[in-house]
């Protein structure tokens, strides 16, 4: 089992699977650069590997994150490898929802239990302003594709 510095059991992951964004937020990447060169991350059976090793050590709660973890191509087959780590294990998503229309019910067949939108503003300049991008309308239909797919 692992434990931190306390003593106190950990239980939960955090699993960046990419640091790609397809937003600019201006808390996030003030100077809008991106952060790593493409090719430089862990592979999806690397990205497994690691999360099987902790998952045997105790951890009860994987969440999948980013930068935005919808730009990964094989984002369904990660998360299908992480449901069969242990089908118990809590395993939720963060995204900031661009994306999430097309991938919802997807992510859900592929065992996703749980979703998490990141959502500065419900208006649309507030919106464009922070994140650097149009697309409140997107992550509006992504929210309501999670709902209809059964991912709350």
């Known amino acids: 089992?692992?434990?931190?510095?306390?003593?106190?059991?950990?239980?939960?992951?955090r699993l960046s699977v990419t640091d790609a964004c397809n937003f600019s937020c201006a808390y996030c990447r003030p100077?809008?650069?991106?952060?790593?060169?493409?090719?430089?991350?862990?592979?999806?059976?690397?990205?497994?590997r690691i999360a099987g090793a902790l998952v045997r050590l105790g951890i009860r709660g994987v969440r999948v994150t980013g930068g935005e973890p919808l730009l990964r191509p094989d984002?369904?087959?990660?998360?299908?490898a992480l449901r069969a780590l242990d089908p118990r294990i809590d395993l939720s998503l963060t995204?900031?929802?661009?994306?999430?229309?097309?991938l919802a019910q997807g992510l859900k067949e592929a065992g996703l239990g749980r979703i998490n939108v990141s959502l500065d503003s419900l208006d649309p300049s507030a919106f464009r302003q922070l994140a650097g991008v149009e697309g409140l309308d997107a992550v509006r239909e992504g929210v309501a594709a999670a709902f209809a797919a059964g991912l709350n």
């Open 1 to 13: 089992m692992l434990t931190d510095g306390y003593g106190r059991a950990v239980r939960y992951l």
């Open 95 to 102: 995204t900031n929802g661009f994306r999430l229309a097309r």
């Open 31 to 48: 100077d809008r650069a991106e952060k790593c060169a493409p090719g430089q991350e862990c592979s999806a059976q690397e990205l497994v």
């Open 75 to 80: 984002i369904l087959d990660i998360v299908g």
